[in-house]
């Protein structure tokens, strides 16, 4: 959501890195002199291979990041019922928590798919690494909101690739 207050606070701040043309894009809409923004490219920490068998429908499909509208996490359990009749073994893992868990697993229950669909919820950093290995696609549906609050750049993208995770 826009405010003044906010755009006030961006431009105080004397230089931005970012990791995508995008997010440089949004801050000159908002008034920051191209030369106050640095693009940094994004890399992951170690190499890695991808795990999943990119050929066929992945099994454990995850989410990572807090539980709020704009994270899409509704549209991954509306995908999972359509697939599951034809997918026995599909199963989500959403992990974070945030004020929309409770419509989150009303729609789950709604769809039918309460046995596919994993509230983890907060994982400390030590539990993390477990969970990235039970998965073999990460899914991060973000969309904008009407007020304009959208996703930047998602640092778990680049978790998962250090992972060879898809």
Do not use: N
């Amino acid at each position: 959501k826009r405010s003044k207050a906010r755009d006030r606070a961006i431009q105080r701040v004397p230089c931005w890195f970012v990791l995508s043309d995008w997010l440089g894009a949004e801050l000159r809409g908002r008034g920051v002199a191209a030369e106050r923004i640095v693009r940094v490219p994004a890399a992951v920490l170690a190499p890695g291979v991808f795990r999943a068998d990119c050929g066929g429908l992945s099994q454990t499909l995850m989410t990572l990041g807090r539980l709020i509208p704009r994270k899409g996490q509704d549209r991954v359990i509306e995908a999972l019922a359509l697939l599951a009749p034809s997918h026995p073994k599909l199963r989500y893992l959403i992990v974070g928590r945030g004020p929309d868990e409770q419509r989150l697993r009303a729609l789950a229950r709604r769809l039918r798919v309460t046995d596919r669909v994993h509230f983890v919820g907060f994982a400390p950093t030590a539990d993390l690494e477990a969970l990235w290995q039970q998965a073999d696609l990460l899914v991060m549906p973000a969309r904008p909101e009407r007020g304009g609050d959208t996703e930047g750049y998602g640092l778990c993208f680049l978790e998962a690739g250090a992972r060879g995770l898809p």
